[in-house]
């Protein structure tokens, strides 16, 4: 019996540890062969010892699985081009990318520091993009070779970036990002064969762990709804053949449960086909907003 992505080659960043490891052992487990990222650092991104992308290559491989590491930076241009590269060089191809890496740096938004910011956004958003253009730039020269790819991309996003988090204004903003990015290259890249969808992922992590202490503990006994193995099926089907024509969609994924998220659409409105005065538009506003869904409450505080 063959796996789901028996015979891909899966790139996944972030990898070391948290989700990024349970998605690259079950992805091996299903039979792709994998390049596991991760830059080894902590959670605030400063360097870490050890080498988490090695740890995880040896996991697969003494379940029978093919992996190798990649411990470079995919938020430089250098770092992601390496990163498909090594696909390439061990493999021979490359088939799906899942963009998982990144790391926090919570504050309020008047305590919140340009650097924080700058960091925050680099890893999450600038990681996502440089991955991703690197790996679209490839099978587009695949598709113009006349050899179609049957791509996929996984990015990540988060309840943070769709409803918003308290004191994460960086990492909302970063999330929120994500999810515009995977619609403009759902859009672009399908002519070259890729699907590319985004998950916003509840689980149990190092950026999790301790801000959600209560509702994050793993129980005594029964279904532990916070393991992140219980995401990562949902993110191997779509980053498998199986997935065909799902594309520029975003899902939510916690325990047993899979959403599909329904972004931005218009509501109530009202065309007086002339310029309104500030008092006229104020009006209008107020009778729209009598009809229009109350927002969903914003996160305490998110991963």
């Not at 990024?20 to 360097?47: I, S």
């Not at 070779?145 to 309840?159: F, I, M």
């Amino acid at each position: 019996m063959t796996g789901i992505a028996e015979g891909r080659v899966v790139i996944v960043t972030g990898a070391g540890r948290g989700l990024g490891r349970a998605h690259a052992l079950a992805f091996a487990a299903e039979g792709a062969r994998v390049v596991v990222n991760d830059l080894g650092v902590g959670l605030d991104g400063a360097p870490g010892a050890g080498s988490p992308a090695l740890r995880v290559v040896e996991e697969i491989r003494a379940a029978g699985g093919q992996a190798v590491a990649h411990g470079g930076d995919i938020a430089t241009g250098a770092g992601a081009a390496s990163l498909v590269a090594t696909a390439l060089e061990a493999y021979g191809r490359l088939d799906t990318l899942v963009n998982n890496a990144g790391f926090l740096r919570d504050r309020m938004l008047v305590n919140l520091d340009e650097d924080d910011w700058d960091a925050v956004l680099r890893v999450h958003l600038k990681g996502h993009f440089l991955a991703l253009k690197h790996a679209a730039a490839h099978w587009r020269a695949e598709a113009k070779a006349g050899h179609a790819p049957c791509a996929r991309v996984v990015n990540t996003s988060s309840g943070a970036g769709l409803l918003g988090s308290v004191g994460q204004g960086n990492y909302s903003a970063a999330k929120a990002g994500i999810v515009a990015l995977t619609l403009v290259a759902a859009a672009e890249l399908g002519r070259y064969g890729v699907q590319v969808n985004a998950l916003a992922p509840a689980a149990r992590t190092r950026m999790t762990e301790r801000t959600f202490a209560e509702t994050m503990t793993a129980p005594a006994s029964g279904f532990d709804a916070m393991a992140p193995e219980n995401v990562s099926p949902l993110v191997v089907w779509l980053g498998s053949t199986a997935s065909a024509g799902v594309t520029g969609r975003v899902f939510e994924a916690e325990g047993g449960r899979i959403t599909v998220m329904e972004g931005w659409r218009r509501g109530p409105t009202a065309d007086e086909g002339a310029r309104r005065t500030p008092a006229e538009a104020g009006e209008t506003a107020r009778k729209l907003l009598a009809r229009a869904e109350s927002p969903t409450a914003v996160y305490g505080a998110e991963s």
